[in-house]
């Protein structure tokens, strides 16, 4: 088993900044990824960025430019620096955990909200 615990979420202003943690605890592989999906209400959740152990990252179209993703193996930790928010950034960001042959990890953090005012 694997816990998640995020931080960092809460609400900017249009044009503004939020850096989002999440510490993993538990039965840490040694290659994982890690990333974050969010979800809108009414809306699927979709990948926001991923990086596996190796610092391999991948994000999703609509915050490529303004999102950066980095980890810290040492400490089992993922980051996620947001710059630029627009209101439609706004949604549950959920931390994600799991091998690095999978697409989508199988453990989830409980979910933060951010919320970007127009």
């Known amino acids: 088993q694997v816990q998640l615990v995020e931080s960092g979420g809460g609400l900017v202003q249009a044009g503004g900044s939020l850096r989002l943690s999440c510490v993993a605890s538990?039965?840490?592989?040694?290659?994982?990824?890690m990333g974050w999906y969010r979800q809108a209400p009414g809306n699927q959740r979709e990948l926001v960025a991923r990086?596996?152990?190796?610092?391999?990252?991948t994000y999703g179209d609509s915050v490529k430019g303004r999102f950066t993703i980095a980890r810290d193996n040492t400490k089992n930790t993922v980051y996620l620096q947001m710059n630029s928010l627009k209101p439609e950034d706004t949604a549950v960001y959920y931390c994600?955990?799991?091998?690095?042959?999978?697409?989508?990890?199988?453990?989830w953090g409980q979910g933060i909200q951010v919320t970007v005012s127009s």
């Open positions: 994600n955990y799991g091998a690095m042959r999978d697409t989508t990890g199988a453990y």
């Open positions: 538990g039965n840490i592989g040694s290659m994982n990824a």
């Open positions: 990086i596996t152990t190796g610092r391999y990252t």
